[in-house]
């Protein structure tokens, strides 16, 4: 596709929500200087790499959805399996699974999508130099910023996987502790990344001297990466995957996300079932979530890279497909996962670190955008002479036949590892909009983050809660194997869970939190509305405050 500048200037305003407060004010900062929601978008996700780096990254991956005008386009810079991966390289030689090989380092590590795929975001959808976009980064990572509760509590949580790895417990234990909130970091190595990022754009990481530091410290901890893999990586701008629900227009990520498709298959199925006319809070409207999420989740077990899939994803999303699931919902039994089975003619074969941030501009363009490390802090492996860590992706891959990844996810073989081949992710960056009225909305916390986000969504066009109140309403998950319901605190009342268990379905307080939203509105009239999720200390903005 050819890359368009936008036009029309933004104005100098704006809104922003992310993970964490310095991110936002950069993406404010960037707004107020005339850049484009996806100028923004950059600026927070290089910010995030800097003050929220157990997420955000240079050493990841993600996805971007960007709706400019009439314009909808989606970016893909998901990481990939490093050229010399295989298909049974998590095996042992007793064909066991080795414990943590696809988690913890080298060999978890996939190709960064990340330094290649921020750039062409802001290539096409940007409209000031990218260095002024890069530069707030480059101001933080060299000056220095604030370490938060958030991000001292997340060196607390990973402190084994950090201490394996001496590079990476050099900066982020110094002294064999997390350093304390209200402590001043400085990332020099960093800095001088993004400052020749800034420069020189990819080529500054993914040639020379970066690139053969990624490759040494992969090696030296036993991964795959060579510096010809980061050099070969291409971001792909795709198709959005665009459908119409409950009267909205909506565009999410198409494939390798399962984002969109588990959002398009289930408010697709909810449609059908009259969702909406059932009383807010009800038995009913949780058991018919529950369902349809039953049913797209064990739909996804057939997803991988479209040419690597037994079953076209168009026949996936059909509607007549999508209305045969919904027949087959029992309205008052759940039916057991065992008897739900991936779209027929397809025998199944035998058998938390991502960051979403959303930006409005002043006319009106949206940014959504989810980037991940998949777990906080990635595989641990800390690059010396970059500054940045490597992710730990390749658990989104199966990793051994009916194994469940770290989110508890069955996945089939369309998703197995191979050179070159996108690992499956449930990241589901998601633009929707109707009249005049536009909202960019995406989570993080893997499996949850397609049902934490249509939650929201819901809330929002059928029950027209206000934002912040939509964000923050307990939510619940299901995700096919394991066969629960599981539950946010407050989620569900004692009658309704215990209506529930009735009706065969099996109930589980969650650890943790479905999801993390980080939202944006615009409102007829250009009003701009932003909300970061009371779940976590997400900092949401807007310009002129
Ligand atoms: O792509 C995926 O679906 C996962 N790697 C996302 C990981 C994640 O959300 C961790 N969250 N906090």
């Known amino acids: 596709m050819p890359a368009a500048r936008p036009a029309e200037a933004a104005g100098g305003s704006g809104a922003v929500s992310s993970a964490e407060r310095a991110a936002t004010d950069v993406g404010l900062e960037i707004l107020r200087s005339g850049g484009s929601a996806a100028d923004a978008a950059v600026a927070v996700a290089l910010a995030l790499a800097v003050v929220h780096p157990q997420a955000g990254n240079l050493g990841g991956g993600g996805f971007a959805v960007v709706k400019s005008g009439d314009e909808i386009s989606a970016l893909d810079f998901r990481e990939t399996a490093p050229g010399a991966a295989s298909h049974d390289m998590f095996l042992g030689a007793d064909r ?23 750039f062409a975001l802001q290539h096409r959808h940007g409209l000031l130099a990218w260095s002024r976009v890069v530069e707030p980064a480059v101001r933080l990572a060299r000056d220095g910023f604030t370490v938060t509760q958030r991000l001292h509590d997340a060196i607390e949580d990973e402190k084994d996987l950090l201490a394996r790895f001496p590079e990476s417990a050099a900066v982020w234990l110094p002294g064999g502790e997390p350093p304390a909130p209200g402590r001043l970091v400085r990332l020099p190595d960093l800095a001088a990344t993004l400052a020749d990022y800034a420069a020189r754009g990819p080529e500054a990481i993914v040639t020379g001297r970066v690139a053969a530091e990624v490759e040494s410290a ?43 498709f588990i959002l398009a298959q289930s408010l697709g199925m909810l449609e059908r079932l ?21 049913r797209a ?49 397809v025998a199944p074969r035998e058998a938390a670190a991502t960051t979403h941030l959303s930006v409005v501009d002043g006319a009106g363009r949206l940014v959504s955008l989810t980037t991940t490390l998949n777990g906080w802090f990635g595989c641990g492996v800390y690059v010396v002479g970059a500054g940045f860590l490597l992710n730990n992706e390749m658990d989104d891959f199966v990793t051994a036949p009916g194994r469940p990844n770290m989110f508890g996810l069955v996945q089939g073989e ?56 939509a964000v923050d309403r307990p939510r619940i998950h299901h995700q ?16 309704a869970r215990a209506a529930l268990r009735e009706r065969g379905h099996t109930i589980r307080e969650v650890e943790g939190p479905i999801g993390e939203i980080c939202i944006v509105r615009r409102l007829p009239g250009g009003a701009l509305e932003a909300a970061a999720d009371g779940r976590g200390p997400g900092a949401a903005g807007r310009t002129g405050q």
């Open 414 to 469: 369309a998703n197995s590892v191979a050179p070159g081949a996108r690992m499956l992710s449930s990241m589901s960056p998601t633009i929707a909009w109707r009249g005049d009225t536009s909202i960019a909305l995406g989570s993080r916390v893997g499996s949850r983050i397609p049902t934490s986000t249509m939650q929201v969504l819901l809330n929002l066009i059928v029950d027209r809660d206000p934002l912040q109140e």
């Open 96 to 118: 066991q699974p080795v414990p943590d090989a696809s988690l913890v380092g080298g060999l978890a590590a996939g190709v960064p999508g990340s330094p290649a795929g921020l």
């Open 274 to 294: 009259h969702w909406a006319e059932r009383p807010r809070a009800s038995v009913d409207r949780a058991h018919l979530l529950a369902e349809v999420w039953r």
């Open 297 to 345: 989740y064990a739909d996804r077990f057939l997803l991988g890279e479209p040419a690597r899939m037994a079953t076209d994803v168009s026949r996936l999303l059909d509607p007549d497909w999508i209305a045969e699931r919904a027949e087959g919902i029992d309205p008052a039994r759940a039916t057991p996962s065992s008897a739900v089975r991936p779209y027929p003619g």
């Open 218 to 260: 992969a090696r030296s901890h036993g991964g795959l990466i060579r510096a010809a893999d980061l050099s070969a990586y291409r971001p792909v701008w795709r198709e959005p995957l665009r459908f119409r629900a409950f009267g909205w227009e909506i565009a999410s990520m198409p494939l390798p996300s399962s984002g969109g």
């Open 480 to 495: 096919w194997l394991p066969d629960q319901i599981a539950v946010e605190p407050g989620a569900l009342d004692e009658r």
